[in-house]
């Protein structure tokens, strides 16, 4: 499996008052004139010693690249612009901090397929290639992204795609990588084809920036292409409302016009989205534009990434500042992913004030104490359980309700 054919001769100019809209719209083209060399950064933008520092140690190090039209959102005089900090490396990126790893959550050591990470029952990671469109500094896989530019060998996908086939546990695969959406259409259709012919498989899901640094790639043909292979998801990454552009919007209209449900995964990043008013300004923007707010992450903890990372305690705060003063809609699941492997866990504020054997003092988002009343009745078993199941193969769930239900026996 081949990528797009990226080389060609640097323009003269990136800035988009001096591209054709054409042009500039070519999502090819945005690929081939991605920015990643120290001397066009300082060309393009006035650097601070920190930046250049960064610059200087990358190669070798870890990728930087970002498309023209991503690049047109940086503030080219403000250090702190949102876009900018997520994009240009700067020298404490070179440090490991205390729990940083290179590979935080642990996925090459569940990787029984090339290519896959199976960490879940009934679900697994599947990755299609190392490219993106642009290099994230926040990046938990920057340990294997981007160093050249590949799709995953076809005969690497052959063996994830024979371990699928004979895993009936696994009922949802997500397509991941680098970034799927930088395949061209018929080598993106090719994997998905091949996971959906899979029997047992019941979702796809596909994890994406491009509809964030690259949305002229969105177009109605592959949507199309898309919409043959539901029930199909797309998880996206907007971090800041800066990034919710015109051509953004179109991007997940088009998406969300051919069926495709759309979430969001963001990234608490400090400084760029860590108040109150980012984040419910980017909350009320991608509802409107139809994605859905899903995961709000606290950084992983990898290599060179300690200077981002927004303490626990703030995430928290920030829910709870979010939690009843807007939607339920609008409000995502506060996440680690725990190191090692460890899956997600959900944090937040704590509305359980105490906990008895028939009752539960609750504080609501005003602060406000409230009492609620157990019903008498305990008894929670499914009798149609028995008739609607029947036939079916066991499986280890009620060993798994077990094992959750010892976890409240001293409540």
């Known amino acids: 499996m081949t990528l797009i054919d990226l080389g060609a001769t640097r323009p003269r100019s990136l800035r988009r008052a001096d591209v054709d809209d054409a042009t500039w719209n070519d999502w090819r083209w945005q690929l081939r004139n991605r920015v990643d060399d120290p001397a066009a950064f300082e060309r393009l933008l006035t650097l601070t010693a920190d930046e250049r520092a960064g610059l200087a140690a990358a190669p070798g190090l870890f990728r930087v690249g970002v498309t023209p039209y991503y690049l047109d959102l940086i503030d080219r005089e403000n250090p702190f612009c949102p876009v900018r900090m997520q994009i240009v490396p700067t020298i404490h990126e070179t440090r490991q901090a205390r729990g940083e790893l290179l590979d935080p959550l642990g996925e090459d050591a569940a990787s029984p397929a090339p290519g896959l990470t199976h960490r879940y029952p009934d679900r697994v990671l599947m990755l299609a290639l190392n490219r993106c469109a642009i290099y994230c500094r926040h990046c938990n896989r920057r340990r294997m992204v981007g160093h050249e530019d590949h799709s995953i060998a076809k005969d690497d996908l052959e063996q994830a795609l024979e371990y699928l086939r004979g895993n009936k546990r696994v009922k949802d695969v997500l397509i991941s990588g680098g970034d799927p959406l930088t395949l061209a259409d018929d080598k993106l259709e090719w994997v998905l084809s091949e996971v959906r012919k899979i029997p047992h498989i019941d979702i796809i899901r596909i994890g994406t920036r491009v509809p964030v640094c690259l949305p002229m790639r969105v177009d109605h043909d592959l ?111 506060l996440v680690i992913d725990a190191p090692g492997g460890g899956g997600k866990i959900p944090i937040g504020p704590q509305y359980v004030m105490a ?24 008894d929670c078993s499914v009798p149609y359980d028995e008739v609607f199941f029947a036939g079916e193969p066991g499986d280890d769930v009620d060993d798994e309700a077990r094992g959750v239900a010892a976890l409240f026996e001293d409540t």
């Open 223 to 333: 949507a199309r292409m898309l919409a043959k292979y539901h029930p199909l998801y797309i998880n996206t990454h907007f971090n800041h409302p800066k990034e919710i552009t015109p051509e953004a919007r179109r991007a997940c209209g088009i998406l969300a016009d051919a069926g495709i449900p759309l979430g969001n995964q963001a990234v608490l990043l400090r400084r760029v989205n860590s108040s109150v008013r980012v984040l419910r300004r980017l909350l009320r923007e991608l509802l409107k534009m139809r994605v859905r707010p899903y995961y709000l992450f606290l950084g992983d903890p990898a290599f060179g990434t300690d200077h981002l990372r927004t303490p626990v305690g703030k995430g928290i705060e920030l829910i709870e500042a979010i939690r009843g003063h807007m939607s339920g809609m609008a409000v995502p699941h």
């Open 355 to 378: 906990w008895g054997a028939d009752r539960l003092v609750l504080r609501n988002f005003e602060g406000k104490l409230v009492t609620y009343h157990e019903p008498e009745q305990r």
